[in-house]
């Protein structure tokens, strides 16, 4: 089994950045295993944020949700870990970030993802 450990987040004022980190572990998990990034806010459906998806010789693409793109940005700093670094946040950015993998996925679905971290709070004061 694959397993997904998150740390960072916290609280910030508006304008201010944060980083959350992942790393995954598992006898299962391999490189080329997508990670990627969703939050979700009460009532609201889990949203994707960002995601590295494994393109050829330990490369990978970033893929984000178009409105992030140039504050969010998601990193894969290792074969089995990801950092998502957030700049300029606002109330909006606040929510529940989660972690997520797939063993081969482009998708930003979350039904294309079987593994999910426990979860991190990120609140952005304005």
């Known amino acids: 089994q694959v397993q997904l450990t998150q740390s960072g987040g916290g609280f910030v004022q508006a304008g201010g950045s944060l980083k959350l980190s992942c790393t995954a572990s598992?006898?299962?998990?391999?490189?080329?295993?997508?990670l990627a990034w969703f939050r979700q806010t009460p009532g609201k459906e889990r949203e994707f944020v960002a995601s590295?998806?494994?393109?050829?010789?330990?490369?990978?693409?970033a893929h984000y949700h178009d409105p992030l793109w140039g504050r969010f940005t998601i990193s894969r700093t290792s074969g089995s870990s990801i950092e998502l670094h957030m700049k300029n946040l606002s109330a909006n950015d606040t929510a529940v970030y989660f972690c997520?993998?797939?063993?081969?996925?482009?998708?930003?679905?979350?039904?294309?993802?079987?593994?999910w971290g426990q979860g991190t709070q990120v609140t952005v004061s304005s």
């Open positions: 997520a993998a797939a063993a081969s996925t482009t998708g930003r679905s979350v039904d294309h993802y079987t593994v």
């Open positions: 598992g006898r299962t998990f391999t490189s080329t295993y997508t």
């Open positions: 590295t998806v494994y393109s050829r010789d330990n490369l990978y693409n």
